[in-house]
Structures are given as C-alpha cells and as structure tokens.
C-alpha cells in the first residue's frame, strides 16, 4: 500500500513534464517513419517494417531509464527523498513507486510504434500483440537501469549517462540499426553477454514466426531486469542509511 501512493505521486510528478513524454513517445516514431521510407528505396531486409519495428520499440525504451534516473536525481536535488526518509517506507517501497507509473508509459510507447508500423503497411497480427506483451519485461531492464543511475547519480551525471551514453550502447549493441554480424564475431559476443540484442530478438523471432530460440532470449533478458531492480534496491537502501 505505502508502495501504490509512493507510485501515484511519481505518476503526478511524471505528467508534470508533458514534454519529455511528447518527446520519449515522439522521437521513436519519427525514426520509424524517417528509416521505413529510407528502406523504400535501399533494398535492404533490414529496413522492412516487420524486421525494424521490433526493434525501434525496444530503443524507444531507453528514453525510460532517463525518464526513472531524473525522477530520483530530482527528488534528491531538492531534499524530497531527505524528508521522505523519515517515513517508514523501505528501500523497495521506494523502487516500486518509482516503477510502476513507468510501466504504463513504456507499453503505451510501445502501441504507438506498432500501431505506427501497422499504418505503415505491417501486417496486423496476434504477434504483434504478444511482442507489445513483452514489452513488459523488457522495460524492467531500462527502468532498472534509470533507477541504479538515479540512486547513484546527480541530475547533470544521469542525463549524460542515461541520455547520451546510453541510447549509444543501445543503438550499437542492439542489432536495431544493423547486423552485428558485419562488425565481427567479437563485438556480436559482447553484445550477446548484455540484454539489449536480446529484447530486440524477442520482438523479432514472434514478429516473423521463429520462436524457437525465444526461450533463451527471454531469460537474459528476465535475469537482467531482476539483477538491475535488486541492485537499485540495494543501492538506495545505501542513500537511505547516509542521510
């Protein structure tokens, strides 16, 4: 319960901003749309709709760990969480509140891509509305993400990490933008060690009917988002004990 009304004033704080939700949502699609009439004109399979919309989904979903790392930044900066400490809430109470408002917002991101993508000429399926469905877990590792960086981070530090640094390792170790088996068996390894490729490969294998390595894809990506949330946890049950 004390989780659910920490969640419902990070949900007032989020609509707030209604910029920066234009933005995450707004930017993705322009993307969709910039790289689909680029594909029109470059034969090239990985620029069909059914191959790039998985994956622009699950870059879109970089924007919420920025969206997760300003929301503790900020409360930090200006002493909210000092004064909130003294309630008896728990480090997790915190994390929660922090990411169920997220959770929302990441799969209505989600929709909108997809629904873009079926405007665009992508076939309207039950798929797609499982690799919506996934969406789920997979925003866990981007929210997780934010909330490690905002437990540990300043505002200026998180923006630069959460909004540069990272959408750049998504972006190259994803396989969203090409194949990673072009730049050799060494890169593709260490991106295969990291969730990114492997939430854009669970969008792809139910997309295109080839689920069989789904299972695998899925656990990576599982075990990262209950690692990343476990040490958040941790490390603003830390923050809690300076202050």
Known sequence: MKALVFASRTAKEILRDPLTLIFGIGLPVIILLLLTAI???????????????????????????????????????????????TTPMTAADYIIGYTLPLIPMALAQGSICYGVAILLGMKASTEIIIAWLM???????????????????????????CGGLLTNVVAWLSGTWFSLELV???????AYKLPFVHAVDIGKAIINDSGSELFVHLTWVLGYGALLLVVAILMFKRRMQMN
């Open 135 to 161: 969406l789920l877990p997979i925003s866990i590792v981007f929210i997780g993400i934010g909330l490690l960086c905002g437990s540990l981070f300043n505002e200026k530090a998180v923006a630069g990490i």
């Open 39 to 85: 594909g029109k004109n470059v034969p090239n399979d990985l620029f069909q709709i059914e191959q790039l919309t998985p994956g622009i989904a699950v870059f879109s979903l970089s924007f919420m760990s920025l969206f997760s790392a300003q929301l503790i930044a900020n409360d930090r900066a200006s002493s909210m969480l000092a004064r909130l400490f």
């Open 184 to 190: 050799g068996d060494t890169f593709q390894a260490i």
